[in-house]
C-alpha cells in the first residue's frame, strides 16, 4: 500500500507541483460548558505528503507564531495503531477514506480549493475538553466492567498448553483488531457503543481463554455500555466508519451472548 | 491544569441503572435485550402483515368468496372453540405485540436521543453542528421512527373505515367485506391515505426484516447476503400486494357490477352464505 501511495504521490508531485491550498472550518470551545463555534483558517502551500495532523500542526505553528492559542487535538502514535486521533471530518469519523485513522488520512486525498469543516467527535459520553479534544474514558468504565481474563499466575505454561482453534483465533484476533478510538459512537447517529464493546467482548469470548467468564464479562460489559451509551438500530455507520474494518457481526454475536448470559448467569448461580 | 473535574464528567453515567425486575423481565429492562423484544414482535406483526395481505386477495375472487374467507376466520378453531374465539385470541395477541413493539421503539429512540443530544455544542439538537456524510444508514434505517408512527395510525384509521365503519354510514355492511373495501377505496381521498400508508409499511419492512437479524443475533457469514434480498423481497410483495387493492378499485377493474346478491345485511348476507356454501 505504502509503495503504491509514494508512487501517485511522486506523479502528482511532477504534475501540481505537490501543494494544496485549503481552507478550514474547525470547530474551537474553550472548556466543556462553554459555547462553541467554527473558526476559519486559511491554509496555503499544504505539502500533499503530509497527513492530516501535520496540517492541524502547520495551522497550529502560524497560530503560535501570530500569538493565538493553538487548536488542541488528540493524537499520539500516528501510525494507525494507538486509537488517539478523532475528528469528524467533512462529516465522517477519521474523514472520508475508509479503514484509515485520521493520522494515516493523507493530504493527497484533497484537492485544492477544498473547504474542508472538522469537529470534535460527538456523544453524551464524549464530552468535548476543549476544540478538538473529548473525554472517552467512558470506554474505559466498559473495559473495567470485564475486558480482561483472569490467569493463575506463577511459572510459565507450556506452549500449546490451551489448544486454540484456527477459526477462533482469527475470528478473535480480527475483533481484536479495534483501537478504541470511538469512531464508532462518532458516526452511530444514535451514539451506540455496539461496535467496540461486540469487538471488545468477541476478542475474549471467541477463545478458551476467556470461556470461564464468559457470561459474567458479557452480561457487565453491555450493561455499563448502556448506562453511557445509545441504542442500536442497525444502521452499520459504525462498522464502515471504523478504521480497522471491525464487522457488524459480532454485534450480532454480543446480541446473542448477551440473551444467553441473561439465562445462564441464572444457572451458575443455582438460581435455575 | 486540574483535569479531574472533565474526567469526572466523561467518567459519570449517563443513564441510571434501574433495579433489576426478576428474570425474565430483566431482560427487559436492558436496551438489547429490548431491541430483542422488538425483534420478536416485529415478526409477529410482519407474519400478519403478510397473512393478511394474502387473505385479502380473496377480493379478486368476488364477493361471495370474501365472505367465506371472512366467515371462515371466525370460524378459526372449527366446533371445538366457541365461534370468534380463536380470532380473539389472536387479535388480543397482535394488540399485545403492537404495543410492546411500540413501547420499545419509543423508548429506545429516547434513549438515543439521550445518548446524543447536548453533545458538547449549544444548540444541539441534533449530533453534528456541521453536516453528516452517512455511508450504510439508508433512507428507510433513518426513517424507522417516522414510517412507524405513519403505519400506527393507519392501522387505527384502517380499523375506524373497515371494521367500526365509521364514516361508511348507511353504505356500511357488516359482514359484507368486498362491498366495504370496494365502498371505501373508491373514493380517491382514502385510496391516497392507503397508497401511503402502505409505502411507509414496505419501507419499514426493508429496514426491519434486515434489522431483526441483527437484533435477535441471527448471523452466519456464510447466509448474512441473504438477508437484505430476504428484506428486499418481503418489502416489494407487501407492497404490490397491498397497493393493488387501492390501484385496481381506482382503476375500475374490481367493481361491484356483476355482483349477484343484493347490498344489505339481511338478505343479502344470506344469499352470500347460500353462494359460499355452493362453492
Keep these: 500500500m505504502s509503495g503504491a501511495n509514494g508512487v501517485t504521490s511522486q506523479a502528482s508531485q511532477q504534475s501540481h507541483g505537490g501543494t494544496l491550498s485549503l481552507t478550514l472550518r474547525i470547530w474551537r470551545q474553550d472548556g466543556p460548558d462553554a459555547p462553541g463555534r467554527f473558526h476559519t483558517f486559511d491554509a496555503p502551500n499544504i505539502s500533499e505528503d503530509m497527513s492530516f495532523l501535520e496540517l492541524l500542526d502547520i495551522i497550529n505553528e502560524r497560530l503560535i507564531e501570530g500569538g493565538d492559542v493553538p487548536i488542541e487535538f488528540d493524537h499520539d502514535c500516528r501510525e494507525g495503531i494507538c486509537g488517539m486521533c478523532s475528528l469528524m471530518i467533512n462529516g465522517r469519523a477519521h474523514g472520508h477514506e475508509l479503514a484509515t485513522t485520521t493520522c494515516q488520512l493523507h493530504m493527497r486525498k484533497f484537492t485544492d480549493g477544498d473547504v474542508i469543516t472538522v469537529e470534535p467527535f460527538r456523544a453524551k459520553a464524549f464530552p468535548v475538553v476543549r476544540d478538538l479534544v473529548v473525554d472517552r474514558s467512558s470506554f474505559d468504565r466498559i473495559i473495567e466492567a470485564g475486558g480482561y481474563i483472569s490467569v493463575n499466575t506463577g511459572a510459565v505454561g507450556d506452549a500449546n498448553q490451551t489448544p486454540v482453534p484456527k477459526q477462533a483465533a482469527d475470528t478473535s484476533m480480527d475483533a481484536a483488531a479495534c483501537i478504541g478510538c470511538g469512531a464508532c459512537v462518532a458516526a452511530c447517529p444514535n451514539s451506540a457503543a455496539q461496535l467496540f464493546t461486540s469487538a471488545k467482548l468477541a476478542h475474549l469470548n471467541l477463545i478458551p481463554q476467556g470461556q470461564p467468564q464468559r457470561w459474567e464479562r458479557t452480561e457487565a460489559m453491555v450493561e455499563t455500555m448502556e448506562q453511557f451509551f445509545g441504542s442500536c438500530t442497525n444502521h452499520g455507520e459504525c462498522t464502515e466508519a471504523c478504521p480497522k474494518e471491525i464487522s457488524l457481526d459480532f454485534i450480532a454475536f454480543m446480541n446473542r451472548d448477551y440473551v444467553k448470559a441473561k439465562i445462564k448467569n441464572r444457572k451458575l448461580t443455582g438460581q435455575s | 491544569m486540574a483535569p479531574t473535574a472533565t474526567q469526572a464528567a466523561g467518567s459519570a453515567p449517563v443513564f441510571k ?101 447536548r453533545a458538547g455544542f449549544v444548540g444541539g439538537a441534533k449530533k453534528y453542528a456541521s453536516k453528516r456524510d452517512y455511508i450504510a444508514a439508508n433512507y428507510a434505517s433513518r426513517t424507522m421512527r417516522w414510517t412507524g408512527p405513519i403505519v400506527g395510525l393507519y392501522v387505527l384509521f384502517h380499523l375506524a373505515d373497515l371494521t367500526w365503519g365509521w364514516w361508511l354510514g348507511d353504505a356500511y355492511v357488516r359482514g359484507d367485506p368486498y362491498h366495504n373495501v370496494v365502498e371505501s377505496l ?32 441471527v448471523n452466519n457469514p456464510r447466509y448474512n447476503g441473504l438477508r437484505r434480498n430476504l428484506a428486499t423481497a418481503l418489502a416489494g410483495v407487501v407492497l404490490v400486494g397491498n397497493l393493488s387493492f387501492p390501484v385496481l378499485v381506482q382503476a375500475g377493474l374490481v367493481d361491484e357490477d356483476n355482483r349477484d346478491c343484493p347490498v344489505n345485511d339481511t338478505t343479502g348476507l344470506e344469499c352470500l352464505g347460500k353462494a359460499a356454501e355452493a362453492h
Aim: net charge positive; hydrophobic share 50%.
Design chain 2, 17 to 117: 441503572t434501574k433495579r433489576p425486575l426478576p428474570f425474565p423481565l430483566n431482560i427487559y429492562q436492558s436496551a438489547i435485550g429490548r431491541k430483542w423484544v422488538m425483534a420478536w414482535t416485529g415478526i409477529g406483526l410482519l407474519g400478519f402483515v403478510i397473512v393478511h395481505m394474502i387473505g385479502n386477495l380473496h377480493l379478486y375472487e368476488g364477493p361471495s368468496r370474501m365472505y367465506e374467507y371472512a366467515e371462515t376466520l371466525r370460524d378459526l378453531g372449527g366446533g371445538l372453540l366457541p365461534r370468534t374465539l380463536l380470532l380473539w385470541i389472536m387479535r388480543v395477541g397482535l394488540l399485545a405485540m403492537f404495543v410492546v413493539h411500540l413501547h420499545s421503539a419509543y423508548t429506545l429512540k429516547e434513549r438515543s436521543r439521550l445518548a446524543s443530544e
Design chain 2, 186 to 217: 373508491s373514493s380517491i381521498p382514502v385510496a391516497i391515505i392507503y397508497v401511503v400508508a402502505n409505502v411507509a409499511l414496505a419501507v419499514h419492512i426493508f429496514h426491519g426484516t434486515w434489522s431483526m437479524f441483527q437484533s435477535l443475533g
